[in-house]
């Protein structure tokens, strides 16, 4: 796949990735999980790198659910240290190529040491322009719907809201994604057909792309033809071709 065979006008503003199979790849090689998602780290250094490239104006990695705290104590630790590794061998790219990271989730769960590094590199990343990257981290899409629901009920109890006034955009600023706009294209890696609780709301019109290949695989070719693959779709809100 060409880069060149992509209509530069028509790539997705807003590409989510559920990057999935990190545990299947180790183990098919022999090795222990984390490996896995240590060689993950590089497909989110060539996907992020060339979604900057290509202009890609934002960019949303799931990282980690909520759901992964239950997994064996060793792998969430390497999963943290790995967060907090990448975030620090990161930031020149992140500045070479004007990338803003952002993060949504239950920040407060993780540890100290990641929320710090997080902390420091959304700090020194907050003027960059070219791309947004954000991290999903201790996300979950259900607690960050019952998030909102309880903060609207407060603004509603305490009259800083009227029922009357909920709309649809009102829920988005309630939102942990709130500065980001829907997703229009999302890609999960593994062969897996599931969404587990990411973005349930921001999804609703966005085109979905499932790949056999696993996360640790994936390189900038798999990215370039999910991109292909969204340009051949036609993307109808609900009307019918003729209305387009
Ligand atoms: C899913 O694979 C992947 C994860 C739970 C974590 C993704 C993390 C990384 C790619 C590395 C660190 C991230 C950053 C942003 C530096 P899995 O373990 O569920 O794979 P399996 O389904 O084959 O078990």
Same mark, same amino acid.
């Given at each position: 796949?060409?880069?060149?065979?992509?209509?530069q006008?028509?790539?997705?503003?807003?590409?989510?990735? $559920?990057? +999935?199979?990190?545990?299947?790849?180790?183990? &098919?090689?022999?090795?222990?999980?984390?490996?896995?998602h240590? &060689?993950? !780290?590089?497909?989110?250094?060539?996907?992020?790198?060339?979604?900057?490239?290509?202009?890609?104006?934002?960019?949303?990695?799931?990282?980690? *659910?909520?759901?992964?705290?239950?997994?064996?104590? $060793?792998?969430? #630790?390497?999963l943290? &240290?790995?967060?907090?590794?990448?975030? /620090? &061998?990161?930031?020149?790219?992140? =500045?070479?190529n004007? $990338?803003?990271?952002?993060?949504?989730?239950?920040?407060?769960?993780?540890?100290?040491?990641?929320? /710090?590094?997080?902390?420091?590199?959304?700090?020194?990343?907050?003027?960059?322009?070219?791309?947004?990257?954000?991290?999903?981290?201790?996300?979950? @899409?259900?607690?960050?719907?019952?998030?909102?629901?309880?903060?609207?009920?407060? +603004?509603?109890?305490?009259?800083?809201?009227?029922?009357?006034?909920i709309?649809?955009?009102?829920?988005?600023?309630? %939102?942990f994604?709130?500065? %980001?706009? +829907?997703?229009?294209?999302?890609?999960?890696?593994?062969?897996?057909?599931?969404? @587990?609780?990411?973005?349930?709301?921001q $999804?609703?019109?966005?085109?979905?792309?499932?790949?056999? !290949?696993?996360?640790? #695989?994936?390189?900038?070719? +798999?990215?370039?033809?999910?991109?292909?693959?969204?340009? #051949?779709?036609?993307?109808?809100?609900?009307k019918? *071709?003729? =209305?387009?």
């Open positions: 796949m060409e880069e060149a065979l992509l209509d006008t028509r790539l997705p503003r807003h590409v989510a990735v $559920i990057m +999935d199979g990190n545990g299947r790849w180790a183990q &098919k090689q022999g090795l222990m999980r984390v490996r896995g240590e &060689k993950g !780290t590089k497909s989110v250094r060539q996907t992020v790198e060339t979604c900057a490239q290509l202009g890609i104006a934002y960019l949303t990695l799931y990282a980690f *659910s909520t759901e992964n705290w239950k997994r064996p104590k $060793i792998e969430v #630790d390497t943290m &240290k790995l967060l907090v590794s990448s975030l /620090r &061998k990161e930031l020149p790219t992140l =500045q070479k004007g $990338i803003k990271l952002q993060a949504v989730g239950s920040l407060h769960q993780l540890p100290e040491k990641a929320q /710090r590094e997080l902390t420091e590199v959304m700090e020194l990343t907050r003027e960059n322009t070219n791309m947004h990257l954000t991290l999903a981290l201790s996300y979950g @899409s259900r607690e960050e719907l019952t998030t909102a629901v309880k903060l609207i009920a407060q +603004d509603v109890v305490t009259e800083k809201l009227a029922v009357e006034a709309e649809e955009s009102t829920i988005n600023k309630y %939102l994604t709130r500065d %980001l706009p +829907d997703v229009d294209l999302l890609i999960r890696t593994s062969g897996e057909h599931r969404i @587990s609780n990411f973005l349930l709301w $999804i609703a019109y966005a085109e979905l792309y499932f790949t056999n !290949t696993l996360w640790p #695989d994936f390189r900038k070719e +798999d990215l370039l033809q999910a991109f292909k693959n969204y340009q #051949d779709r036609e993307r109808r809100f609900g019918t *071709s003729e =209305q387009l």
